[in-house]
């Protein structure tokens, strides 16, 4: 299970910009590659589980919406082979940013299923 889907990704951003940045055939083969897409999803989760995997469980055993949204931002962004627009650029940003507050623990993440990782001690030590 990934974060984001194909499906998220068309949604948000759009059939022919998926076409335009992943049909990298020559020729052209003229239809989105579903193996490019793959790729940078998993990227973008492996992303997401990097900085979450200090604070929580992951893979996550859930997708909240804006794990949804962080994922559907890197995996846009790494899919572009040459420099992104602005936009692209911008959301990239900060959906670092709010995964390292989220790893931090300055900016919450709203899901019913998360488990914090446990580290193994017990509390308090006292000598």
């Known amino acids: 299970m990934t974060y984001a889907t194909l499906e998220n990704l068309t949604e948000r951003y759009g059939a022919d910009m998926l076409l335009g940045i992943t049909d ?3 020729p052209p083969a003229g239809g989105i590659d579903t193996g490019v897409v793959a790729r940078a999803l998993a990227n973008a989760d492996a992303t997401i589980n990097g900085r979450l995997g200090t604070r929580f469980v992951v893979p996550l055993a859930e997708t909240p919406p804006e794990i949804r949204e962080i994922a559907e931002a890197i995996a846009i962004w790494k899919l572009h082979v040459y420099k992104p627009d602005e936009k692209i650029e911008a959301d990239y940003k900060e959906a670092m940013k709010t995964l390292e507050g989220m ?3 300055s900016v919450v993440l709203h899901a019913t299923t998360l488990a914090p990782v446990e580290t ?3 509390g308090a030590r006292l000598r």
């Open 24 to 26: 990298r055939a020559t």
């Open 120 to 122: 193994g001690g017990t």
């Open 103 to 105: 790893a931090a623990g």
